[in-house]
């Protein structure tokens, strides 16, 4: 079992900057997915049990940055140049704890946290 608990989200601005955290419980590869109102919920970024290794949607490549503390069991979101289009609920995911790979699909994760609320106004 893995834990997970958000924080970090807010009402930004456009082109303003957030950065969401993720605690596990335990250390494994995790990702970020949003879901804003009336669409499904998509893949954000994601990163290896290691922290070597990310990947994004294209979207958010160049604007959104993935990283972790190992010692903290954190993972983080930070978001810069926001635009309105990212307002969403964001989710942490984690993998099993046998997987150390990152993943761009929701059913690699098991493991979810409670999401938090990104608005960005225009």
């Known amino acids: 079992q893995v834990q997970l608990v958000e924080s970090g989200g807010g009402l930004v601005q456009a082109g303003g900057s957030l950065r969401l955290s993720c605690a596990a419980s335990?250390?494994?590869?995790m990702g970020w997915f949003r879901q804003a109102p009336g669409k499904e919920r998509e893949f954000v970024a994601a990163?290896?049990?290691?922290?070597?290794?990310?990947d994004y949607t294209d979207s958010v490549k160049g604007r959104f940055t993935i990283s972790r503390d190992n010692a903290k069991n954190t993972v983080y979101l930070q978001m810069n140049s926001l635009e309105p289009e990212d307002t969403a609920v964001y989710y942490c995911?984690?993998?099993?704890?046998?997987?150390?790979?990152?993943?761009?699909?929701?059913?690699?994760?098991?493991?979810w946290g409670q999401g938090t609320q990104v608005t960005v106004s225009s």
């Open positions: 995911a984690a993998r099993r704890l046998s997987y150390y790979s990152a993943a761009t699909y929701d059913a690699a994760y098991t493991y």
């Open positions: 335990r250390r494994t590869a």
């Open positions: 990163i290896n049990w290691g922290g070597d290794s990310t």
